[in-house]
């Protein structure tokens, strides 16, 4: 095998845990690591250590490095930080769902969660667009597997992850707590008080290697001040902003 081409991945199942947290439905997996479903594999995610060559990579390199590191021993399941709650307010703009609440105060800038799922391609992606055209009669979702899956386009729990590297992280059938997280709108007047952030998750023993992910974190004090200042009290819903494209896709269509 020549250097610089990716090394095959075992074939990892989806890590879940007989552990589940209080609320969780019966019919979605509870994972404590991301699922990624053949011919996806980790490689994908991981992140080089030394800068690569060539215009502009060094700057996406920068970008990359500069992520925050989040230790694998900050990723406990269940979650000790959150509750998830069923919604019992007629007010309540989900009324009937779940919501994430907090357990504790979590301070501002607080990691929170990873935003577990099944990593996929996704749909706009060049390697999801080439699956899709070499495809004559089959369904996008049998022509890779999870590839080119177009069924994740209507997703309500569908978040990218780098949209360079065209992929995403599905947790509408497998997930943890962070998919019952829901948007601020119409919930706190004042605005989200989390927000999805990229970061890198040390995997396998110390010092392990560096993944690319999705983390919930608590908003920083940053440029609004005032009530984000204060980070989540105790028994706060956890809302973030899905934005704007979210909601417009649901309207149209
Ligand atoms: C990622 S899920 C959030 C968890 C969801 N409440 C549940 O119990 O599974 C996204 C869905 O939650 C609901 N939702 C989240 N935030 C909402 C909001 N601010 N207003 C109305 N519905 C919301 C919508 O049905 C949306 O499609």
Redesign the pocket.
């Known amino acids: 095998m020549s250097k610089g081409q990716p090394h095959p991945q075992p074939q990892r199942s989806p890590k879940t845990s007989n552990q589940l947290p209080k609320n969780w439905p019966r019919e979605i997996s509870y994972l404590t690591s991301i699922h990624i479903p053949q011919p996806l594999s980790s490689s994908l995610l991981h992140i080089q250590v030394n800068p690569p060559t060539g215009s502009n990579a060094g700057d996406r390199f920068d970008s990359i490095s500069s992520l925050p590191i989040i230790e694998s021993r900050a990723t406990v399941s269940p979650n000790p930080l959150v509750r998830i709650t069923p919604?019992t307010s007629a007010s309540h703009?989900?009324n009937g769902?779940?919501?994430l609440f907090a357990a504790r105060a979590l301070p501002p800038s607080t990691f929170i969660i990873l935003y577990l799922g099944t990593l996929h391609r996704s749909c706009n992606s060049p390697a999801a667009e080439e699956a899709n055209a070499s495809s004559s009669s089959a369904t996008s979702s049998s022509i890779t597997g999870s590839t080119a899956d177009s069924s994740y386009a209507t997703s309500?729990?569908d978040l990218s992850l780098d949209r360079d590297l065209g992929l995403a992280i599905d947790?509408s059938k497998c997930g943890n707590e962070a998919?019952?997280?829901?948007?601020?709108?119409?919930?706190r007047p004042a605005g989200p008080n989390a927000e999805f952030r990229d970061c890198l998750v040390q995997v396998g023993p110390a010092p392990g290697r560096l993944e690319r992910r999705i983390g919930v974190f608590v908003l920083s004090p940053g440029k609004a001040g005032g009530a984000r200042a204060k980070g989540i009290a105790k028994g706060e819903e956890i809302?973030v902003s899905?934005g704007k494209g979210f909601w417009n896709a649901?309207k149209d269509g």
Not at 179 to 187: A, E, L, Q, S
């Open positions: 919604i703009p989900a769902q779940y919501g309500d729990y947790a998919r019952f997280i829901n948007d601020y709108r119409g919930i809302v899905y649901r």
